[in-house]
Every structure is written in structure tokens, then in C-alpha cells.
């Protein structure tokens, strides 16, 4: 008995293509609009926070243990000073809720939305 594919399942598999196309790009359109904050913490103390819009251009020295790089949208750990340069592999930071930390110098810079929203409450 052999298994061919039939009129009605190119139907339902385009159905299914084109859904998964439609949820991506609401999930992309999504992401774009609102405002976009850079922050940089150390020693849990917050040090400096930065609207990131299209013009920004601007470095942050941490005493020279850290530098970091604001350019437009995207916030970077550009040099450390500590030994397994994690936080500058962790690359370019370009949406809200990504972070980079550097441990041994207790330095954490992170990307926040406009809002902060939440998921859900468990209780």
C-alpha cells in the first residue's frame, strides 16, 4: 500500500505555512515600536540609564575595568578587563530583556522596554 499526497493535503499545508508566516510577522511588527532603555548596573548600584533611539552614539567607561558602546538601537560591552571575556562574547544587545553581565567586575548591562509587563501572578 503506498502513500501519496493528495489535492487536500497541499491544501492544508499551505494553510499551515501561511499561519506560521502570519504569527512571525506579528511577532516581528511586535517587537519594533516603544521605547528602548539601556542600563548599566555595577555593584548593584544603577550607574546610568540611556534612552536608545536612532542618534545615539555614546561610550561608557567603568573606571577602565569595563567600556561599553551605545550606538543607535543596540548597546555592546565593547572591552573588560576580567580574564574570560564572556560579558564582550555575549554580542550585541538589540532588544528589550537582553543582558550582558561581567562577574568579576559586578557589572551588568541590560535592555528595558518602555514598560515593564507581566506575564503572569502564581500565587
Not at 569595563?66 to 572591552?79: E, K, P
Not at 528589550?96 to 548591562?109: E, S, T, Y
Request: proline letters at 1%; charged letters at 20%.
Amino acid at each position: 500500500m503506498r502513500s501519496r499526497l493528495k489535492w487536500g493535503d497541499f491544501v492544508i499545508i499551505a494553510a499551515v505555512l501561511l499561519l506560521a508566516a502570519g504569527i512571525a510577522a506579528a511577532l516581528a511588527l511586535g517587537q519594533g515600536g516603544g521605547r528602548l532603555y539601556a542600563e548599566v548596573w555595577q555593584d548593584n548600584t544603577l550607574v546610568e540609564r540611556v534612552e536608545l533611539t536612532d542618534s545615539t552614539d555614546r561610550t561608557i567607561d567603568l573606571d577602565g575595568h569595563n567600556v561599553i558602546v551605545l550606538s543607535g538601537r543596540t548597546a555592546a560591552m565593547q572591552s573588560a578587563d576580567c580574564r574570560d571575556q564572556v560579558c564582550v562574547r555575549t554580542g550585541t544587545l538589540t532588544h528589550a530583556g537582553q543582558v550582558a553581565v561581567c562577574l568579576p567586575n559586578r557589572v551588568v548591562l541590560k535592555l528595558v522596554g518602555e514598560t515593564d509587563e507581566i506575564d503572569a501572578i502564581v500565587s
